[in-house]
């Protein structure tokens, strides 16, 4: 596996890390494969490492290539930088999907909580929009006077205007362009108990595909919902709400379809042998 790290032209404060699949190695598959942009929620105060590397990394173990993008927070991120920040993230997949073998019109983000919001921004409001959605326990819309400190901070003044926050408001730019989108959270949550729902709503009323799975039990902030990303708090350690990855996964391969298959000679000795001039034992 080899790992990429880029950093925004503009923004030197957000970074984008890739976890590609090595394609030069004969597996018996197409060597194109399609991608999964992280986004970690975090406030937009900060990115959250649960909802980072482990889930990139869980995804890159399913044959998908794998990044996570860590956006600018807090003041850093007025004039809703991360929502340019991620575009030029799905642009930059593109720019590179040759070299990368990755499938340019499958590219996927997963976001989560405030992380959520940007996820489904980009594939909404960005310039170069995400082609599906994975949305866990999502804030849909930070437009509201209610969230008038998350607004301060991305819009990068006190004085915003209803106008101004109009940007903010995902869930409320959901139409009949959206991508598809895959939802998941509790019904414990307290922090964006009606996010998922809020979304599965809108998308409905604009007639857009979507799954949703709400899980009765869990808190906020469940990440994989294993030990791996519990931070020491068994509250965050749940085998039902760990299933949403693997649907996940099932999910957006019937969007975009299975991986092929060819089943061939794959033995990497038998190659260099043959390379080399070298003729094999003959069988017995």
Same mark, same amino acid.
């Given at each position: 596996?080899? @790992?990429v790290n880029?950093?925004?032209?503009n !923004? +030197?404060?957000?970074?984008?890390?890739g976890? *590609?699949?090595?394609?030069?190695?004969? *597996?018996?598959?197409?060597?194109?494969?399609?991608? @999964?942009i992280?986004? +970690?929620g975090?406030? &937009?105060?900060? /990115?959250?490492?649960?909802?980072?590397?482990?889930?990139?990394l $869980? &995804?890159?173990?399913?044959g998908?290539?794998?990044?996570v993008?860590?956006?600018s927070?807090g003041f850093?991120a007025?004039?809703?930088?991360?929502?340019?920040?991620?575009?030029?993230?799905? %642009?930059?997949?593109?720019e !590179?999907?040759?070299?990368?073998?990755?499938?340019?019109?499958?590219? $996927? @983000?997963?976001?989560?909580?405030?992380?959520? !919001?940007l996820a489904?921004?980009? =594939?909404?409001?960005?310039?170069?929009k995400?082609n599906? *959605?994975?949305l866990?326990? +999502?804030? =849909?819309?930070?437009?509201g006077?209610?969230?008038?400190f998350?607004?301060?901070?991305?819009l990068?003044?006190?004085?915003a205007t209803?106008?101004?926050?109009d940007?903010?408001?995902?869930v409320?730019?959901?139409?009949?362009?959206?991508?598809?989108?895959? *939802?998941?959270g509790t019904?414990?949550?307290?922090?964006?108990? &009606?996010?998922?729902?809020?979304?599965?709503?809108? &998308?409905?009323?604009? =007639?857009?595909?979507?799954?949703?799975?709400?899980?009765?039990? %869990?808190p906020?902030?469940?990440?994989?919902?294993?030990?791996?990303?519990a931070? =020491?708090?068994?509250? /965050?350690?749940?085998?039902?709400?760990a299933?949403?990855?693997?649907?996940?996964v099932?999910?957006?391969?019937?969007?975009?379809g299975? +991986?092929?298959? @060819?089943d061939?000679d794959?033995?990497?000795? $038998?190659?260099?042998?043959?390379?080399?001039?070298?003729?094999p034992p003959?069988?017995?």
């Open positions: 596996m080899k @790992v880029y950093t925004h032209p !923004h +030197p404060e957000a970074t984008l890390t976890y *590609l699949w090595d394609c030069k190695l004969s *597996l018996g598959q197409e060597t194109n494969r399609p991608a @999964v992280v986004c +970690p975090g406030g &937009y105060l900060y /990115c959250s490492p649960r909802e980072a590397e482990p889930i990139a $869980a &995804y890159a173990s399913r998908f290539h794998a990044f993008l860590d956006y927070v850093d007025a004039g809703f930088a991360p929502l340019d920040e991620i575009s030029w993230a799905i %642009g930059l997949l593109r !590179h999907a040759e070299e990368w073998h990755l499938i340019p019109n499958q590219i $996927a @983000v997963c976001g989560f909580s405030a992380g959520g !919001h489904l921004s980009s =594939g909404i409001l960005a310039e170069n995400a599906a *959605l994975i866990g326990y +999502p804030v =849909g819309s930070l437009s006077k209610e969230n008038a998350f607004s301060d901070i991305l990068g003044k006190k004085d209803d106008e101004d926050r940007i903010l408001d995902a409320g730019h959901i139409d009949k362009n959206a991508p598809p989108a895959f *939802l998941f019904v414990e949550d307290r922090l964006t108990p &009606y996010g998922a729902l809020g979304i599965a709503n809108a &998308y409905t009323q604009a =007639g857009v595909d979507y799954e949703l799975h709400l899980f009765q039990f %869990g906020h902030g469940l990440a994989l919902g294993t030990a791996e990303t931070d =020491g708090s068994s509250r /965050c350690i749940d085998e039902r709400f299933q949403w990855h693997d649907m996940s099932s999910w957006l391969r019937k969007i975009f299975e +991986p092929v298959f @060819v061939k794959n033995s990497q000795i $038998a190659r260099i042998m043959k390379e080399m001039g070298i003729t003959a069988k017995d």
